[in-house]
């Protein structure tokens, strides 16, 4: 009888340590299939769209996030800047209203955004693709002009662009700062790489 129950004993010690490795061997088998889900950096760089969580960026800042291998500026304006970019003088900008097709049908006036606040552009300059500094106070040194609105500034060559993107005339860049497709998926989450018309 003894021997009965050191056979039992054996029996329930393997069965628990089949249980614990069953359960070991479908996490280890779980956890690279649930990862497949997320796209791959390949998907990402071919134009899986990204999300920028805003809450966190203040007023006045930049912050940037990478979609398509290539930076996207999301900028917090102020009331200040907003003011001082629908201000500016229209007959010092290249395309004022922006009507090369440099962003989305969505993305109107001159603000270039959804938004009046949030500002999206991508940070790549419209002439030979460098990428241009985030020059956001008025009279700024270094960018070449006088009454400078603020906005971004490519030392490279010397293009200017205000704070929407928009390109000053007589600079070497042709266009505006592209918009990239995007859209608000909450108040402080913008999902770049989706059209708002998608949603």
């Given at each position: 009888m003894?021997?009965?129950g ?5 029996r329930r010690?393997l069965?628990?340590a089949?249980?614990v ?10 956890v690279?299939?649930?990862?497949s889900?997320?796209?791959?950096a390949k ?6 769209p ?12 930049r912050m940037t996030v ?12 102020t009331p200040?800047?907003?003011?001082r ?8 900008l ?6 090369e ?7 109107e006036g001159p603000l ?5 606040e ?9 002439h030979?693709g460098?990428s241009?500094l985030?020059?956001?106070?008025p009279n700024?040194e270094g960018v070449?002009?006088?009454d400078?609105?603020?906005g971004f ?8 662009f205000d704070l ?6 007589n600079v070497?860049?042709?266009?505006n700062?592209?918009?990239p ?5 909450s108040d402080s989450?913008?999902?770049?790489g989706?059209?708002?018309e998608?949603?």
């Amino acid at each position: 009888m003894a021997d009965n129950g050191v056979n039992k004993g054996r029996r329930r010690l393997l069965l628990g340590a089949t249980t614990v490795m069953g359960a070991v061997g479908a996490v280890g088998v779980a956890v690279p299939f649930v990862s497949s889900w997320q796209p791959s950096a390949k998907a990402r760089a071919a134009g899986a769209p990204v999300q920028a969580d805003v809450s966190k960026l203040e007023p006045g800042q930049r912050m940037t996030v990478e979609w398509r291998g290539r930076p996207v500026w999301i900028i917090n304006r102020t009331p200040e800047m907003i003011e001082r970019t629908e201000g500016f003088d229209p007959s010092r900008l290249a395309d004022p209203n922006s009507e090369e097709p440099q962003q989305p049908n969505y993305v109107e006036g001159p603000l270039r955004s959804i938004r009046p606040e949030i500002g999206v552009l991508i940070g790549i300059c419209t002439h030979l693709g460098c990428s241009p500094l985030f020059r956001p106070e008025p009279n700024a040194e270094g960018v070449g002009t006088d009454d400078w609105p603020g906005g971004f500034f490519c030392p490279c060559h010397g293009s200017r662009f205000d704070l929407a993107g928009r390109v000053f005339r007589n600079v070497p860049a042709p266009t505006n700062l592209e918009v990239p497709p995007y859209r608000f998926e909450s108040d402080s989450v913008i999902v770049v790489g989706e059209d708002e018309e998608a949603a």
